[in-house]
């Protein structure tokens, strides 16, 4: 969702029909082999959030000037199932470009990559990339991919002068998040909790980001629901479908949620018309993009459960950089070139100066800037203490593509958590037939 870009599927009438019709208007496959002049010339698709572009575009204007021979062409997608049935649909086509950003986890593993990708474990960055990264590109059969950005959490970006001007504290529990929620709507200058269903893949983080209350109360929860023991119908998994379902019905939203942006919802928090929006912490870059005066304005607590004593935060690793299979001769061995150039201490410099980071770096040798904004830095402390869990999509290989799509609904009011949550379940063992997993 990122997740992936994060992450992230979204409600789409037709979605495959604009995939397929995308997919074979714009794109140029890989297997030419370059240019009469020597020269190779490449595309690397990239989903279309303002952040994602310019890094991309910084990285392939610093690859381009040490390497003459070789040209990036920086193509775009749409965020969401919209561009997740693309990409689904470029591979199983064979008209992939010869490089693409995706997610890491579960979605990456839904690409079946020993089929669509170019296997990269013999590649001399794989012993710099960190353990966990490696797990969430990787199959039994080699490693596909290559880190590009930085660990994140999903927590609650929260604006720090409506804390302060009301007197608030950092909530550590559920039930202190929603009193501090009913304190701001009661003061009425802020939307209390900001969602932004125009994105609809923003409406998930009431249940991702709750994944570390998840494993705090049942340690072998992933793997019970890998392997069909538990269920989001039941606790401790049901308590993001509840919140969610809460937030909504004591009026928490912004009124303008069902259409709002992610882009509008960063904004909001850092100008002060929201108090509270759970997001994940890539939207550093977004902030830095559009509202870099508020860099200390606006900071990071994990999403609170019922425990105050194991409140942390629930961690994403970094989505990867790929090379279809399509991809061949000058054009693979151009791909892997920049692969290699990604994977260094230069480009995280690179990546640190384009946009915000989001979290630390996976990559040895690679480290995050002093002046990181707050939403940052309020971070480092659960990871020095070591009160973070990795989030569900790198525990287990199997995540529902129809999550936001139920969260929306559930969100709105249109659904109820309990029906939310079963739904899900459901799509969760389609997902899990498909991929084969014993037990289902």
Not at 13 to 38: E, P, T, V
Not at 172 to 197: C, H, L, M
Not at 383 to 393: Q, S, W
């Amino acid at each position: 969702m990122v997740p992936r870009t994060p992450r992230r599927s979204i409600v789409a009438l037709g979605a495959g029909g604009i995939a397929l019709s995308l997919a074979l208007a714009g794109c140029s496959a890989g297997g030419d082999s370059g240019s009469s002049d020597g020269t190779v010339s490449l595309t690397w698709l990239v989903d279309n959030g303002e952040a994602t572009v310019v890094t991309a575009q910084a990285l392939v204007d610093a690859f381009e000037a040490d390497n003459p021979d070789i040209s990036i062409e920086v193509q775009t997608r749409p965020q969401g199932a919209d561009g997740d049935n693309l990409v689904k649909t470029r591979l199983a086509t064979g008209e992939m470009d010869d490089l693409f950003s995706y997610n890491s986890g579960s979605l990456f593993q839904a690409l079946s990559p020993d089929d669509t990708m170019v296997n990269l474990d013999d590649q001399g960055w794989v012993d710099k990339l960190d353990e966990n990264f490696v797990k969430t590109v990787s199959t039994d059969n080699g490693v596909y991919g290559v880190p590009l950005g930085q660990s994140m959490a999903g927590a609650v970006l929260y604006n720090k002068d409506i804390y302060e001007q009301l007197g608030l504290e950092i909530p550590t529990t559920w039930d202190e998040f929603i009193a501090n929620s009913e304190a701001i709507k009661q003061a009425g200058t802020a939307a209390p909790i900001v969602q932004t269903y125009g994105d609809t893949w923003t409406s998930q983080l009431f249940v991702l980001g709750d994944f570390n209350n998840v494993l705090a109360e049942d340690p072998n929860w992933a793997d019970d629901y890998t392997n069909n023991k538990a269920k989001y119908v039941d606790q401790p998994a049901f308590a993001g479908f509840e919140h969610l379902q809460e937030a909504f019905e004591k009026g928490l939203f912004n009124e303008d949620f069902a259409s709002a942006t992610y882009n509008d919802g960063v904004s909001m928090v850092a100008t002060g018309a929201g108090a509270q929006y759970p997001m994940l912490t890539f939207a550093a870059s977004q902030l830095m993009t559009s509202n870099p005066d508020a860099a200390d304005v606006v900071g990071t607590f994990p999403l609170p459960g019922p425990d105050a004593d194991t409140n942390g935060l629930t961690v994403w690793m970094p989505g990867g950089v790929y090379i279809p299979k399509s991809t061949e001769g000058d054009k693979l061995e151009a791909a892997k070139k920049f692969l290699d150039f990604v994977a260094t201490p230069a480009s995280c410099d690179i990546q640190s100066e384009s946009t915000a980071p989001q979290g630390p770096f996976v990559v040895e040798g690679c480290d995050l800037p002093e002046d990181v904004p707050a939403m940052i830095s309020d971070m480092q402390p659960y990871f020095d203490e070591g009160k973070t869990n990795l989030a569900l999509e790198f525990l287990s290989p199997i995540k529902g593509p129809a999550l936001e799509q139920i969260t929306v609904a559930v969100g709105s009011g249109i659904t109820s958590a309990a029906d939310g949550a079963a739904q899900y379940d459901e799509d969760v063992k389609k997902q899990a037939q498909q991929l084969g997993i014993e037990g289902w």
